[in-house]
Nanobody, 123 residues
């Protein structure tokens, strides 16, 4: 049985940073495509970024490019979303997803999802 769990959310002022972590049991991140998504209040879930199974390729939505970074620690089997220069519009529940389709990850075509962690950026 696979479990995916996010941690690290919280309240931060605009311009600040947060680091979200995604851990999994029953699944090895280095063998799957992993994605980060978010759902802003009152809006649909949206793609934030993804990491290839090799760890060599990352993709980001335009609004977070240059501010967010996805990385992986194979020894700990964790995937991290480092968020810098946060803006109020980054406020959302953030989700980690694993075993995503390489070409479908932007559409949320992933098999395993975490429960989400709240990120609130105050102005």
């Amino acid at each position: 049985q696979v479990h995916v769990v996010e941690s690290g959310g919280g309240l931060v002022q605009a311009g600040g940073s947060l680091r979200l972590s995604c851990a999994a049991s029953g699944l090895t991140f280095s063998r799957v495509v992993t994605g980060w998504f978010r759902q802003p209040p009152g809006k649909e879930r949206e793609f934030v970024g993804s990491l290839s199974w090799t760890g060599g390729r990352t993709y980001y939505r335009d609004s977070v490019k240059g501010r967010f970074t996805i990385s992986r620690d194979n020894a700990k089997n964790t995937v991290t979303l480092q968020m810098d220069s946060l803006k109020p519009e980054d406020t959302a529940v953030y989700y980690c997803a694993a075993a995503c389709e390489m070409t479908g990850v932007r559409l949320g075509k992933c098999t395993y999802w975490g429960q989400g962690t709240q990120v609130t950026v105050s102005s």
